[in-house]
């Protein structure tokens, strides 16, 4: 059993989480996007300053997945305030899980996940929600299987490139700490 471990990015970890950032972003978009949009977005994205501010919040935090100490993907988890849309006190955003190409099916992205929701059923929160490009069929299908259903669209800005994402929630029952059976649905 390949021995995957997932632990807490610190403010320390900045230039590894902005290595991981950039390179799964671009191993996943590059092929579907115009290098001058990629570029763009990378840039502005995945900057020292902004990832430093966003290790910072108290309403963000980011975990590596490791394999002996080599860093394979990375999730970003908001709360309250800093969830870029809908700013629900009682719900969570997943803004990524991302992994190396290398590892896909693999369980990191898996276990990623269930970093995510173990953290949302300790909040106690109602649902955890995230949106995704409505063309990235891998990723669709992973949180598919995993319970989330589509519940509304939302414009998603690559570089210059207006893309939409399909914004999908997986509600929580927090009185039994479990995922709620209505979630089967899709
Ligand atoms: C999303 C991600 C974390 C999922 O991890 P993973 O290890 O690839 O996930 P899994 O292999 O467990 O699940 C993917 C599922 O999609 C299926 N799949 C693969 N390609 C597919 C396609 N083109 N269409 C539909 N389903 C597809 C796989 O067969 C698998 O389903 P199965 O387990 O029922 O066979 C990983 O793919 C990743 O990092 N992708 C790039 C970043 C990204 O897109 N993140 C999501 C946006 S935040």
Known sequence: MTNFQIKRVTPNDLD???????????????GDNSPED???YLDEEFSAGKLNKEL???NTQFYFATLKNK??????????????ELQNENAVEIERIYVLKAYY??????????????IALQKK?????LGVWEHN????????KNGFVAFD???FKLGDDDQTDIMMKLSLDHKTGSVNSDNSRS
């Open 16 to 30: 590894e989480l902005q290595t991981i950032s950039r390179i799964t972003f671009h191993e996943t978009f590059a």
């Open 38 to 40: 990629m570029n763009k």
């Open 56 to 58: 910072k919040d108290r």
């Open 71 to 84: 860093i394979i993907g990375y999730l970003k988890i908001n709360f309250g305030p800093s969830q870029t």
């Open 105 to 118: 099916g693999k369980n990191p992205g898996q276990l990623l996940y269930q970093k995510a929701l173990e």
């Open 125 to 129: 929160v109602d649902f955890i929600w």
């Open 137 to 144: 069929l891998r990723a669709i299908h992973f949180y598919k």
């Open 153 to 155: 669209k939302h414009l």
